[in-house]
């Protein structure tokens, strides 16, 4: 390849290209793609397997609006109701987080919370930020306590700086088998911005209001409010919308952090700029929510599930998820088994309102339900779209006009396995 | 053994008579224990392992008061919408139910109704019975139409009698491993009583206000208003809190038929044996239900969940109901690995109200979770509890009086096999 320095153009995968909004660029760095970021990792054996990352660091140079989505588990871990409190007590911003992974500081009890703060203010002093602008996070396993040992000497001899995005990335995961990392670039006021994120979660996933592990930077100035908002609302199109095996989390946490380095006037929601910044955070959620079943523990293929002419939204969003959430639906796509009378029980368990005489369903893209009864299709192919590393199943209800995406994966072996002796 | 018939005591299962209640026995015979009622089997090709019993009859002398009660899934199948229709038109009398397995006729359209309509005047022609006292019943593979020349034939083949108990419930089920039948034997009104049923199930198990297919007798004479009050709380309380796999199916059905043959004054809520007869329909029901989860898809144990002082009834079913539906638990338990954390995580997503600083969790009996954190417990033990064939898992949530059961099982690589190719 004679690709120079200049010419070069990343090839990006599909997925992250996909539905990418106009006027939105992809580029690189992940969450210290922003400017006025710096972020690392190190390891310092919280995680059984010694010499992994297991501490990550992310910090902006200044106060930052911040906005958090977290999980609504009633035994949600300790790190999450410290950050819930500070984002309140703060009125929305923060400059720095840190997180661990390979304990979930959860099921703790009071020194579980003493634990998150002493986490806290120990990255406060070592990166000289205000305590109360440092966030907390946790990731691992549930009810052992923190090794707060290992978390000092953590702190201690991490290293952040404004390449550390992927680093950061590498820091946060657990059971995945990969990073999931995306940023993108766009204008606002003739000034660019960028905003990247990272994400971790490969299984108990199945968020409401709430997520795994995310940490999203853009360097746009908004105001607080309207920055939880566009958040909220994003989170629950996206991360709300994933499942590996119908499993909330303790933990689960997405934060959002917004320098203002790029100088805009700050944007709330009569800004002229206000959508391009929504639908270029709509793409990083969604395609960061959308790396989590693809990653799913034991996954070997991920499905895009669409539900067309819901009566509402809500119907829409529950026949779609349900259809994820399905285990038995799930095992039928491990074994490329078109079996869509899987599909058609998952609807009717939704909860959603609609008419069996009237739903259409199709596997990548065959028809194979016509006015809820087979349809006329070729058994092969539709095998064959089964397959695919990729399964699009489309519902259409014809009852309405709303439409939900969710995604998932299937159910394998290796799901079983990799939580069989999970402790272990 | 020296046992001669006349002292001969049949060894029950533990399980069969563990909380039996006073002044209630077990005896033999399934649905033809209680007097009055014949039934039986034949094999006629509907299931793709010919030779398999797949047509199954049950009928009484008389017309019986019937109660039943139905999945609530939006894409019921043919023979769900035909039984409802029929209970509700006679006022909660019938006489026979034909069942077929191997075949949901779920998904068919108008034909699948035809299908259903014709299949009871089949099976009412053979029985000299009234059509619209005849039930319909079928479980198998969803969207291919009942192949109706092979229940012309099993019907006309099959042979019932008073000791067909055994024969019908070997006819009901799909991927059983075995039978699940229990019977029953008490005094009302110085007369016998007898009520026996069985039940089928093994997978796409998460009732909702029903069950999947189950069929009880009894000989005692019931008011029809009174014997749907009595299942419907039965009902509610057994086959509603068992879970294999979280997916509720399109065919769940639940028919309790009482001939009256006994002879006792028809029951009702006034009646001075009502709270005798509910609580033996109640062992029945919860028996059966049990047997479900025990002999789940690829299940090599199940677990018995109690949740104890929920500040609700609502609470304490939702939170048991969410640790029997947590597929993450549900690994750790195939590993044996008392790893309590996902118990913890399930709680917190099941939508309980609860205290995480409050609660305790005993796995087998060893307490593994007090006050929201780890207890002092001997890890060993702990792991042989989650060894057993059968797990108890005590949850008290210290906020209330009320109590809830639900049932389980573990998930094994064999659930996944057994529905990867489902439709092979």
Avoid at 130 to 158: F, H, N
Avoid at 328 to 357: E, F, T, Y
């Amino acid at each position: 390849m004679s690709d120079t320095v200049s010419d070069h153009v990343p090839e990006y995968p599909e997925l992250m290209t996909r539905d990418l909004p106009a006027g939105v660029r992809l580029v690189e760095g992940g969450v210290t793609a922003a400017n006025g970021f710096r972020a690392g990792n190190t390891a310092c054996g919280i995680k059984s397997d010694a010499g992994l990352p297991d501490l990550a660091m992310l910090v902006a140079d200044g106060v930052c609006a911040a906005a958090g989505t977290f999980t609504t588990s009633k035994t949600a871990s300790h790190t999450v109701l410290l950050d819930r409190e500070k984002l309140s007590s703060t009125g929305g911003h923060a400059q720095a987080v840190v997180v661990n992974s390979g304990n979930a500081n959860c099921s703790n009890g009071e020194q579980g919370m003493l634990d998150a703060r002493r986490m806290s203010e120990l990255a406060a002093q070592k990166l000289g930020v205000d305590p109360s602008l440092v966030l907390v996070s946790s990731t691992g396993i549930i009810g052992r306590r923190l090794p707060m040992e290992k978390v000092e000497q953590g702190i201690a001899q991490i290293e952040v700086n404004s390449s550390g995005g992927p680093d950061f990335a590498q820091g946060i995961i657990t059971t995945d088998t990969r990073t999931k990392t995306i940023a993108v670039e766009f204008t606002i006021e003739g000034k660019t911005v960028r905003l990247g994120g990272s994400t971790k979660g490969a299984g108990m996933i199945y968020p409401n209001m709430a997520t795994m592990l995310c940490y999203i930077t853009t360097d746009a100035a908004a105001e607080p409010a309207y920055l939880q908002q566009m958040l909220s609302g994003a989170v629950d199109d996206s991360f709300n919308m994933v499942c590996v095996d119908g499993n909330m989390s303790t933990n689960d946490t997405v934060l959002l952090f917004a320098s203002g380095v790029a100088g805009n006037t700050p944007l709330n929601a009569s800004s002229p700029d206000a959508a391009l910044f929504e639908s270029a955070l709509r793409h990083v959620t969604r395609y960061l929510a959308r790396e989590i079943p693809r990653d799913g523990e034991g996954a070997s293929r991920f499905q895009t599930v669409t539900v067309r002419h819901a009566p509402t939204r809500d119907d829409a969003r529950k026949a779609a998820r349900a259809i994820t959430n399905s285990p038995i639906w799930q095992c039928a796509m491990a074994g490329s088994d078109p079996n869509w009378g899987r599909v058609i029980a998952a609807l009717g368990k939704s909860g959603a309102n609609l008419d069996h005489n009237k739903l259409d369903i199709a596997l990548g893209g065959i028809l194979v339900v016509s006015q809820g009864i087979a349809a006329e299709y070729d058994q092969a192919a539709a095998k064959a779209a089964m397959g695919q590393a990729e399964v699009a199943v489309d519902v259409d209800l014809h009852l309405g006009d709303e439409t939900a995406m969710a995604w998932g994966c299937d159910l394998t072996h290796g799901y079983i396995d990799e939580n069989a002796t999970y402790t272990r």
